[in-house]
């Protein structure tokens, strides 16, 4: 963890100066951040520029440390082409996962590459479950309760905070790891399965109307 390649280079330096335009334009973070209202509207692509727009220096400052951090691995195993698969889809389904919790909601708004970053978080947490994270807690361990306090924070809307966003990059991740790298199948089952169980528990809850 921590390998500076290319591509990642390529991804902060897009969110720098792509979020630093919004600091300065007011118009511009209004036009391209996550909207349901403009999404109705037919604004599809606030699903994808609203990833690289960021609220203040510090959440930009956050995502991209925390993406430096665990892009290396992710990248050593799947490749430039799969980990920018990766990005873009956990970025995606993020959003798409937002839209579907907020669809009523017409003045929602979000930004923030979040979701994309926790998609590579999950996908490196597949690879090396038992990597520890901030010294001490196991990967897994760490996605697991994760997913676990998002679903929280979506039930009781804590702080300003797009929970939902999170857990559907995480399931971007989850997903395009397992599509390239279906040899986790035979390695990490026991993993893949625990993993899997926020997200199913989130699902099941959506569907008993408990979130």
């Given at each position: 963890m921590?390998?500076?390649?290319?591509?990642?280079?390529?991804?902060?330096?897009a969110?720098?100066?792509?979020?630093?335009?919004?600091?300065?334009?007011?118009?511009?973070?209004?036009?391209?951040?996550?909207?349901?209202?403009?999404?109705?509207?037919?604004?599809?692509?606030?699903?994808?520029?609203a990833?690289?727009?960021?609220?203040?220096?510090?959440?930009?400052?956050?995502?991209m440390?925390?993406?430096?951090?665990?892009?290396?691995?992710?990248?050593?195993?799947?490749?430039?082409?799969?980990?920018?698969?990766?990005?873009?889809?956990?970025?995606?389904?993020?959003n798409?996962?937002?839209?579907?919790?907020?669809?009523?909601?017409?003045?929602?708004?979000?930004?923030?590459?979040?979701?994309?970053?926790?998609?590579?978080?999950?996908?490196?947490?597949?690879?090396?479950?038992?990597g520890?994270?901030?010294?001490?807690?196991?990967?897994?361990?760490?996605?697991?309760?994760?997913?676990?306090y998002?679903i929280?924070?979506?039930?009781?809307?804590?702080?300003?905070?797009?929970h939902?966003?999170?857990?559907?990059?995480?399931?971007?991740?989850?997903?395009?790891?397992?599509l390239?790298?279906?040899?986790?199948f035979?390695?990490?089952?026991?993993?893949?399965?625990?993993?899997?169980?926020?997200?199913?528990?989130?699902?099941?809850?959506?569907?008993?109307?408990?979130?």
């Open positions: 921590g390998k500076l390649d290319l591509i990642t280079i390529v991804i902060i330096a969110n720098v100066i792509i979020s630093y335009k919004g600091f300065n334009d007011y118009a511009f973070f209004e036009k391209y951040k996550f909207n349901v209202g403009g999404i109705q509207r037919g604004e599809k692509i606030r699903f994808f520029s990833g690289f727009l960021h609220v203040d220096m510090q959440h930009l400052l956050f995502n440390v925390t993406l430096y951090f665990f892009a290396g691995r992710v990248i050593y195993e799947i490749g430039v082409i799969g980990f920018l698969m990766l990005y873009i889809v956990s970025l995606l389904i993020g798409l996962l937002s839209l579907y919790f907020h669809k009523n909601e017409y003045h929602y708004s979000a930004v923030g590459a979040s979701g994309a970053v926790m998609g590579v978080i999950y996908s490196a947490i597949l690879f090396d479950p038992w520890k994270i901030n010294f001490f807690i196991p990967g897994f361990v760490f996605g697991i309760g994760y997913l676990l998002s929280y924070g979506m039930k009781k809307r804590i702080g300003n905070i797009g939902d966003a999170h857990f559907g990059g995480a399931i971007g991740g989850y997903l395009i790891t397992l390239l790298s279906p040899w986790l035979e390695t990490n089952l026991i993993m893949i399965v625990l993993l899997a169980l926020p997200i199913a528990l989130l699902f099941a809850l959506k569907k008993l109307g408990k979130i």
